[in-house]
């Protein structure tokens, strides 16, 4: 996201950042953030203990329709107390944050962008279903996109919803090509909102060349779902020498 903020910055007059999933005291925020850009935490306000589950039927009514409009219902029944643990943490984040929202732009106009289809999303396709807000858009990269797909499911990684978030969304932005192809085979009633937006990186110009040998450098996590063998032997087929660098990290890491 930082090399998105400069532009941001340049567009808006102000931009506030909430990030979802940071809840330690300890732990600061360290990011070069342009003058008009702040991070607020409603994280360390509150809990959703706190609610006293005042709140709790809305979050149920909208866990009870996600499984219901759901491929594998038997599955997502299976994880009812996971979904509604989130459904109803994210509502009771939403009010906090609406209210905020309101207290302190009431007379401004607001554009509410999730960098990941996750929990901020989740927040934030409850607050359209409420009517609190009039629309949002929302990127999706790799496990909020494909977590079915990657078997991610039954580890309770990912927030699903997805009824709910795309549904909602007034724009979904996959960063990749097949990420847009994927959503859209996959929920053709909204393929008119979605469309690919690349991530884009600072250009830091051309490396210094190494004649003596042909160079490639990567850069992912060692996972089943990088498929990094099937690239090594891509590069075994060569009918030529080739360096291969990959900077990583992660399971299958020895």
């Given amino acids: 996201i ?42 360390m306000q509150a809990t959703v203990q706190k609610d006293n589950y005042s709140g709790i039927w809305f979050p149920l009514q909208m866990t009870l329709t996600e499984i219901l409009r759901s491929a594998n219902v038997i599955r997502e029944i299976k994880r009812f107390r996971y979904l509604l643990g989130i459904a109803r943490h994210q509502w009771f984040m939403a009010r906090l944050f609406c209210s905020y929202i309101q207290t302190n732009f009431k007379n401004s106009s607001v554009y509410l962008y999730s960098y990941w289809a996750s929990n901020s999303c989740v927040m934030l396709g409850l607050l ?93 996590n060692l996972s089943n779902n990088k498929r990094l063998l099937e690239m090594a032997k891509a590069l075994k087929k060569l009918a030529f020498s080739v360096q291969w660098v990959h900077f990583c990290h992660g399971e299958q890491r020895a």
């Fill in 128 to 220: 359209k279903t409420k009517k609190l807000i009039t629309n949002f858009v929302t990127r999706a990269h790799s496990i909020d996109l494909y977590h079915y797909d990657w078997g991610l499911a039954k580890s309770l990684k990912v927030p699903p919803f997805e009824h709910l978030k795309f549904e909602t969304a007034a724009r979904i932005l996959p960063v990749s090509r097949h990420g847009e192809t994927f959503l859209c085979t996959k929920f053709p009633q909204w393929k008119e909102k979605i469309s690919s937006a690349y991530l884009g990186v600072a250009g830091r110009g051309i490396n210094p060349g190494l004649p003596e040998r042909f160079t490639i450098v990567s850069c992912s």
């Fill in 2 to 43: 930082e090399n998105e903020l400069p532009f941001l910055a340049q567009t808006f007059d102000q931009i506030l950042i909430y990030p979802t999933d940071h809840f330690a005291k300890d732990k600061a925020h360290n990011r070069n953030l342009p003058p008009n850009v702040q991070i607020i935490n409603f994280n």
